[in-house]
T-cell receptor, first 113, second 114 residues
Framework: GQQLNQSPQSMFIQEGEDVSMNCTSSSIFNTWLWYKQEPGEGPVLLIALYKAGELTSNGRLTAQFGITRKDSFLNISASIPSDVGIYFCAGQNYGGSQGNLIFGKGTKLSVKP | NAGVTQTPKFQVLKTGQSMTLQCAQDMNHEYMSWYRQDPGMGLRLIHYSVGAGITDQGEVPNGYNVSRSTTEDFPLRLLSAAPSQTSVYFC?????????????FGEGSRLTVL
């Protein structure tokens, strides 16, 4: 079946640094989404992307839908301690139900004050 | 606004016991689903529902049953618990008028099977 390769698996950064993570697939997706999960909580949607090449920002977060439709990137600028958590990418194809939503294995972000 | 509510938050079972994880949403969402989260495995879909009376299997359905008698509720039943079902379980919902991938998650139910 379809799989998403999310990298890096974990990151340890200093407060104020910029962060980049990505998600790749051998299959094409029509929608890419990025979620954040804080410790002890459920994931929360950060950004949704619906068009190849689309670049969308949400505060200090910027995500891009790759032009090949097989990848997506998430950048966090000027990281702060509350950015700590696990970031998941997810890809989805048209015409299906939630059964067509595939999650990456996550990037665990740690921020040192 | 409660959103997606899961109960219980924590549960310990013995092998062979059965139990039901409850999930309720108050957003009138048509779509609901159950995921399990294991270290290093991300989120894996167990079962999902596109509306009352309709359910389907996800990636890892074995050992679990679901039903959807109302729009609001989507319980997950473990028929005979096994240690391999030790995990954190998340219920999620979405609105068919938006993208089905725009999920609202509950806070999770942490299950330990001894």
């Amino acid at each position: 079946g379809q799989q998403l390769n999310q990298s890096p698996q974990s990151m340890f950064i200093q407060e104020g640094e910029d962060v980049s993570m990505n998600c790749t697939s051998s299959s094409i997706f029509n929608t890419w989404l990025w979620y954040k999960q804080e410790p002890g909580e459920g994931p929360v949607l950060l950004i949704a992307l619906y068009k190849a090449g689309e670049l969308t920002s949400n505060g200090r977060l910027t995500a891009q839908f790759g032009i090949t439709r097989k990848d997506s990137f998430l950048n966090i600028s000027a990281s702060i301690p509350s950015d700590v958590g696990i970031y998941f990418c997810a890809g989805q194809n048209y015409g299906g139900s939630q059964g067509n939503l595939i999650f990456g294995k996550g990037t665990k972000l740690s921020v040192k004050p | 606004n409660a959103g997606v509510t899961q109960t219980p938050k924590f549960q310990v079972l013995k092998t062979g016991q059965s139990m039901t994880l409850q999930c309720a949403q108050d957003m009138n969402h048509e779509y609901m689903s159950w995921y399990r989260q294991d270290p290093g495995m991300g989120l894996r879909l167990i079962h999902y529902s596109v509306g009352a009376g309709i359910t389907d299997q996800g990636e890892v359905p074995n050992g679990y049953n679901v039903s959807r008698s109302t729009t609001e509720d989507f319980p997950l039943r473990l028929l005979s618990a096994a240690p391999s079902q030790t995990s954190v379980y998340f219920c999620a919902s979405s609105n068919r008028l938006a993208s089905l991938g725009e999920l609202f998650f509950g806070e999770g139910s942490r299950l330990t099977v001894l």
